[in-house]
C-alpha cells in the first residue's frame, strides 16, 4: 500500500512539473511560429507520443473497436480537444500575457459548477456560490490590474478568448467522461481526430507556405509532449495509484503557483500583485468548488 501510495505521488509531482512549464513552452513557442502552427505541431508530436504508449500497451484493438463504434463521437472530441481547445488558447497567450492566459484557463471547473446546473439540472449549494463568487473576483482583479473595472481590462481580446478556452475545456471535459471508455485509447483517437482538422485548416490558409523555424518546431514539440499528452498519461496513472482521487487532485494546484515562476524566472514577464491576488481568489473558489463536489458526490 505504501509503495502504491509513493508512485501515486511520483506521477503526481511530474504531472505538475510537466503543466507547470506549459504556459511558459507556449508563450515561447508562440514567439516563432504563429498559433495555428503551434497548434498543429504540438498537437502532432502529442499523436506520436500516444502512439508510442498505445503500442507499449498493446491496445491497438482497443484504438480500432472504439473508431468503428463511436466516430461521430470521438469525432466532436477532437475538435473540441485538441482542435477548438488548443486553437483558442493559443491565440488565448498570444494577446496576452502568460500569467494572465494561464490564470484564466484555471477557471474551467468553475464553469463546469455552473454547465451541472444547467445541463443536469442540480441545485448549487451554499459553498459553490462562494466560489463562483470568489472566482469571478478574481477574474476581474487579475485582467483590471486590480482596479475592479471591466473598462480598466489591459487585454480584451485575450482575456476573453482565455475564458472561452475554460468555457470549452469545461464543455469537453463533461462530454469525455460521459463517452470516453479507455483514457489513453480515447485521447489518442481524439488527437487523432484533431491533426487531421488541423492540417486540413493549415492547408486551407496557406499557412505551410512560410519558413518554421527550428526553434519553434522545438517549442511546439515541448508543448505537445509536455502539456498535451505524457502528463495526462502521468495524472492518469497517478489516479489509478491513488487511494482516493481527492489526493492528487489537492496538488495539482500546485502547478499554476509554479506557472507564476517559470514565468518570471524564464520569460522575465514582472508578476504583478494584481495577478497574485486575483489568481488566489480563483484558486480558493476552485478548491472550494472542488470540495463541494466531492462532498456531493459522497
Keep these: 500500500m505504501k509503495k502504491t501510495r509513493n508512485l501515486s505521488l511520483i506521477y503526481t509531482l511530474l504531472t505538475v512539473l510537466c503543466w507547470s512549464t506549459a504556459a511558459t513552452a507556449i508563450k515561447i513557442t508562440l514567439f516563432y511560429l504563429e498559433p495555428l502552427l503551434g497548434v498543429f505541431f504540438a498537437t502532432l508530436f502529442s499523436l506520436f507520443a500516444l502512439a508510442i504508449l498505445v503500442s507499449f500497451q498493446k491496445k491497438w484493438y482497443i484504438v480500432g473497436e472504439l473508431v468503428r463504434k463511436n466516430m461521430g463521437r470521438y469525432l466532436l472530441l477532437g475538435f473540441l480537444n485538441p482542435f477548438f481547445y488548443y486553437l483558442v488558447l493559443f491565440f488565448a497567450y498570444d494577446l496576452s500575457w502568460a500569467q494572465e492566459a494561464m490564470s484564466l484557463n484555471y477557471t474551467w471547473s468553475i464553469f463546469l ?8 439540472h442540480q441545485k448549487l449549494k451554499l459553498a ?3 466560489a463562483i463568487f470568489l472566482s469571478f473576483i478574481g477574474v476581474l482583479i487579475l485582467t483590471s490590474q486590480g482596479k475592479l473595472s471591466i473598462s480598466a481590462i489591459t487585454h480584451p481580446q485575450g482575456i476573453l478568448l482565455a475564458l472561452g478556452s475554460a468555457l470549452i475545456w469545461a464543455t469537453y471535459w463533461i462530454l469525455n467522461m ?13 488527437f ?3 491533426t487531421i482538422l488541423l492540417f486540413v485548416l493549415c492547408l486551407l490558409t496557406g499557412a505551410f507556405q512560410i ?3 527550428i526553434k519553434g518546431l522545438l517549442g511546439s514539440m515541448y508543448v505537445g509532449l509536455f502539456e498535451m499528452s505524457i502528463p495526462f498519461y502521468f495524472w492518469f496513472l497517478a489516479l489509478q495509484s491513488a487511494k482516493k482521487t481527492v489526493q492528487p487532485a489537492n496538488l495539482i494546484f500546485l502547478s499554476p503557483l509554479l506557472s507564476f515562476v517559470f514565468i518570471a524566472i524564464i520569460l522575465r514577464e ?3 500583485a494584481s495577478s497574485v491576488i486575483g489568481f488566489v481568489f480563483i484558486l480558493v473558489g476552485i478548491i472550494l468548488q472542488s470540495r463541494s463536489s466531492v462532498t456531493k458526490s459522497n
Design 270 to 272: 514582472k508578476i504583478l
Design 128 to 130: 459553490e456560490i462562494v
Design 192 to 194: 487523432g481526430m484533431g
Design 113 to 120: 459548477t455552473l454547465f451541472s446546473v444547467w445541463i443536469l
Design 178 to 190: 460521459k463517452w470516453g471508455k479507455d483514457a489513453l485509447c480515447s485521447l489518442f483517437i481524439q
Design 211 to 213: 519558413s518554421i523555424p
